[in-house]
Structure formats: C-alpha cells, structure tokens
C-alpha cells in the first residue's frame, strides 16, 4: 500500500570512521574488559554528563537492576509497578524479593503514592518505581513515605537518561537508580547499563559485585556475579556521549510536531509533561479513547501496521498479567484499576532521533483521516 516500514524505534549510531580509532586503541592496549582504560574514562564522562556523583557500568540493564538490589541486601517484599517493562519486576524475582504491584496515577502512568502505604507490611523492605516514559515519579513524596518506614528506594530509571526535574538528575532522589544503553533507549552502548548511587562506599560495593565479588586477588567477599561492561562498549559509549544532545534534541522538536498534529483529534490524549522537567522522550505515547475517536487502541493498532506504521503496545500485557506473576493477590486487576486501563488505552507511536518529520506528518494524518474508512 505504502512505501517503507516506518517501525516504532530504531537505534542511533554514531559515524563508523569516528569508532575506528577507538578500536585501534583498544587493538594495540589489549586490554578488553576488567576496569580498562575506556571503562574508567566512560564512567567520569558518563557521570560528568548526567550531573551525578557515583556511577558503575554494566553489561545491560537487567543485570544492573539485579544488582542493584543484592548491593542493598533488599529481602521479603518490594513495592513496584506493573506498568513497566518486565525486567523491573524479574529482578525482585531473581533476587527471591516477592513483588507486591501497586496501581498507578493517570496522568504520567507511574507508581502512585497515595497507594503505596496501603501495600506495606512488616516484610516490605524497599520501593522499586520506574520513572516510566520518562516522567520523573514523585519522588519527594516517595521518599517522605520511605522514610516513616524505613524502606530503601531503588529507581529504575531506564526510561530517564538525561532527564531532569528542578535543574538537576531525577537520578539524584533514591538510593539508587538504574539505568539501560540497550540499543532502543535514548542513548545506547549496544547492551549496556549502569547503577548511579550517593556515596563512593556503595560505588566500591557494587563494583566488587558485578566483578564476582573480588576484592582483591585473593579475596573474594560475597557471590558477586559477571555484568562489567567491556571495552568496546565503554569506548562506543564515550563516542555516543558526543552524539547524545543531537539526539535528544531531535526528539524533542519531533515530540513537538506530533504534539501539534494531534492535540485537537477527538479521542486522542497526548502526554503531558510535568512542569520544570526536562524530557528526554524515549517514547510517544498517545492514548485512545474508543468512544470519542471511534476506534479501540488495538483497531488503530492493527490499521496503521497495514499502512506501513508499526507503533508499540507499551506496556501490554501489564507485567502483573505475566503468568508467574498473575496468581500473586497484587495481581489482581481490582488493585490495579488505572494500569489495566491504561495498559488497553496506551500506544507508543514511531519516536527515534533518525525520523524524519515527514514520517511524523504521514502518521498524524493516518490518524487524523482514517483514510480506510473512505
Ligand atoms: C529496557 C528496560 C530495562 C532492561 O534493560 P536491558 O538493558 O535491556 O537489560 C529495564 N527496565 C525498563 C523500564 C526498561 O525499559
């Protein structure tokens, strides 16, 4: 019908000849991987960057988040989200941590803390929020509450790379924060994460872990586990950071465009964003109201993919929807009211630093026109 396939993401790369003399250094160090040269460089420039203070690199996001918490003893039960990824709530289930989900607000789809008390209990030992599409979780009243109880709060923050809320990192609230460089977020290292944490003592603690728990040639402290990031990736990553304003920037006015094309459509919610924060837009959410646009979420869904324009379901199914996780009483849709509405009403249109405002305007007068109802 149409011409190319205009998919939901695709990754940023910087120019080939730039990587080059990176791999020649590289080549003629023999150095790969164990903490070499462009690890330790990486992670200065890295936390240069996002404005923090302590941060460890890892292998992917997902190892990070496991991790992360091993690196704070979290046991019994973690209070989290279902409106995420999966790998938020598969981290508590590696470590043994039962995850209890709480509903989320209806505005930036993250956890809402009007019901987190409600789901504490003698067990609860920390609160795992996601700063979902990017929007910065309440994080003072997230900590007020974690503070009457003393619980730790561990971010994953894979969503929000580069973003800001008051002029500083929204990494900067929580004990920890999480983030992923996998290839189809903001910034990528290809695979690649990294633990961002407030003081250089949990910084040593968490090297040592993603390292086998070696202190020391002979000293082995704990079971620590194999999630260093290499030295291509760490050097890949240095030359991405050069890159990184140009693509953020790129979403932005893209962010700008959709949002102009499609505010009035009848049925159509574009997503807001919080005053005083500075948004990344890892991705375009929109969501559906059937009634009023005449269509549900997955009829637009299945429409545009036969127009060439293949958007995302996230997040669909809700994580608590999974099977390991759905017979937990968390789980339960009556808990979950706004997620599981959200879940059926939410659809992350084409958002990538390479797409051209063309493609935006072809996707907004798709669903703007219907034009398969002529
Ligand atoms: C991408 C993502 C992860 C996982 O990161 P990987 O680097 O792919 O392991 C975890 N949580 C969220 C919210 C994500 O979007």
Redesign the pocket.
Known sequence: MMSKKILVTQPALPPLEEFIPYLEKIWDNKWLTNNGPFHEQFEKELAAYLGVKYISVFS???LA?ITALQALRITGEVITTPF??V??THSLWWNNIKPVFVDIDNKYYNIDPAKIEAAITPRTTAIMP?HVYGNPCDVEEIQRIADVYGLRVIY?A??AFAVKKDGQSVMNWGDLSIL???AT?VYNTI???AIVCQDEKTKQRIDLLKNFGFRNETTVIEPGINAKMNELQAAYGSLQLKYVDSYINNRLSLAQLYNSLLKGIAGITIMEVAEGVEHTYPYYPIRINAKEYGMTRDELYFKLQEYDVFGRRYFYPLISDFPTYKGLPSANTANLPVATQVSKEIICLPMYANLSAEDVKRICELIENKPWQK
């Open positions: 992917n996001g997902t988040l995420s990824f790998a938020t996601v994953d894979a969503h992923s460089f996998h977020k695979e690649g994460g």
